[in-house]
């Protein structure tokens, strides 16, 4: 089930499709795929969304006056987070505005109008809640919050460029989603490997991984540590930023000993199973 769009032009833009397939192959996790698919993925968040080209069909089927078809369509799912179409559409609105596109709506009647920054997502959000909503039951969606969906998105949307900022100094975590054994809860989890100069977002869990050495080997054992625990027993060695909990270097060996003596709440094997977010929703019928 998907929201589809096909881009017009006005017949005196002379723009042609390979110009608007270049442009998109100059976004960052956009590339062609195939000769006729433009695909954007991004791994750390998620997200997916599809441009593809295509041949015109009958003229006289689709006459719009003035407008022509670009032979360029967009498409994204729907039964997504919210932070699908609001990644995604931010690109859509680049490519409206770069070229001056009309855009029809099959979703809608009607034909290709001017849209504003942000409608076609407004439109999208509001069929994407109904639909998350009908089939939430039927096909055993797995539910996350939005406040806490969306704030693990951005998150993981600025990761890159907030480890590019501390260096390979700091370990600066993704957000992965866990689905809570026999409920269709989704909970969120980051990891922390040792002891070492780390940002902490936000989540329920952290999976933290130990290596205490021995005389003769060294011990290797990790476990999920509830975020409140993990505050109780090193927050004084965090400080902390607008989006973020960070411990800085001066601090790493001073929280070694308490770091390796947390104990787990449970394993990642006992508690639940990995879920990817193409998999999540932030809406169901109570």
């Not at 499709?17 to 791994?43: A, H, R």
């Not at 078809?69 to 179409?85: A, M």
């Not at 809570?180 to 936000?202: A, D, M, Q, S, Y």
């Not at 000993?257 to 809406?283: A, M, R």
Request: charged fraction near 35%; include cysteine.
């Amino acid at each position: 089930m998907s929201f589809d769009l096909n881009f017009y032009k006005k017949e005196s833009n002379k723009i042609s499709i390979s110009e608007m397939v270049e442009f998109l192959n100059t976004i960052p996790m956009l590339e062609s795929k195939t000769e006729d698919q433009i695909v954007y993925e991004n791994e750390t968040t998620g997200v997916f969304c599809l441009f593809e080209t295509y041949e015109s069909e009958d003229e006289e089927e689709n006459d719009f006056g003035e407008l022509e078809d670009t032979n360029l369509c967009f498409n994204i799912n729907y039964v997504r987070p919210d932070f699908f179409g609001i990644e995604s559409f931010e690109i859509v609105d680049k490519l409206i505005e770069k070229f001056e596109l009309y855009v029809l709506d099959p979703q809608a009647e009607g034909e290709p109008i001017k849209y504003k920054k942000g409608e076609l997502l407004k439109s999208w959000l509001k069929s994407n809640k109904k639909i998350s909503k009908s089939y939430f039951k039927e096909w055993e969606l797995n539910y996350l919050e939005l406040e806490k969906s969306n704030y693990c998105w951005k998150f993981c949307y600025n990761k890159n460029e907030l480890q590019e900022k501390l260096t390979e100094e700091y370990f600066v975590p993704n957000i992965f989603y866990v689905n809570k054994n026999g409920t269709e809860k989704v909970e969120t989890l980051c990891v922390w490997p040792e002891h070492i100069p780390f940002v902490l977002p936000k989540v329920d869990f952290v999976l933290i991984q130990k290596r205490i050495k021995k005389l003769f080997r060294t011990k290797e054992e990790s476990g999920l540590v509830k975020y409140e625990t993990i505050i109780e027993k090193l927050g004084k060695y965090f400080e902390n930023e607008k989006d973020y909990k960070i411990v800085h270097p001066k601090n790493e060996e001073k929280i070694k000993p308490i770091f390796n003596s947390i104990e787990f709440f449970t394993t990642i094997e006992k508690y639940g199973k990995g879920i990817s977010v193409d998999k999540i929703v932030n809406y169901k019928n109570e």
